[in-house]
């Protein structure tokens, strides 16, 4: 079993940063594929980034790509998702998730965190 916690999000105004933080336990963190996906009212849940064990960084969704920048500390067992440059559209749920290797579909996790709000205002 692996447990994440997400934490960072919060209210910002557009133009401000926040870095999300996800916490893993249980389960060795070693070898993992991380990766954030993101949930806004009334669409399917998307896709934002993965990175693997070793620090690569697969598949920034377009819209994020110069913005937002995943990172790992393997030592702490925790992945970050810093964003800058917020905008109303990145309003949203935003949720890690834990697997073998990085996908960009939800199918290809088996852990997920529980979600932390993120809402950008105008």
């Known amino acids: 079993q692996v447990q994440l916690v997400e934490s960072g999000g919060g209210l910002v105004q557009v133009g401000a940063s926040l870095r999300l933080s996800c916490a893993a336990s249980?389960?060795?963190?070693?070898?993992?594929?991380m990766a954030w996906f993101r949930q806004a009212p009334g669409k399917e849940r998307e896709f934002v980034v993965g990175?693997?064990?070793?620090?690569?960084?697969?598949g920034y969704l377009d819209s994020v790509k110069g913005r937002f920048t995943v990172s790992r500390d393997n030592a702490r067992n925790t992945v970050y998702l810093e964003m800058n440059s917020l905008k109303p559209e990145d309003t949203a749920v935003y949720y890690c998730?834990?697997?073998?290797?990085?996908?960009?579909?939800?199918?290809?996790?088996?852990?997920w965190g529980q979600g932390t709000q993120v809402t950008v205002s105008s």
């Open positions: 998730a834990y697997g073998s290797k990085v996908a960009t579909t939800s199918d290809g996790y088996s852990y």
């Open positions: 990175i693997t064990w070793s620090g690569v960084r697969t």
């Open positions: 249980g389960r060795t963190f070693r070898s993992s594929a």
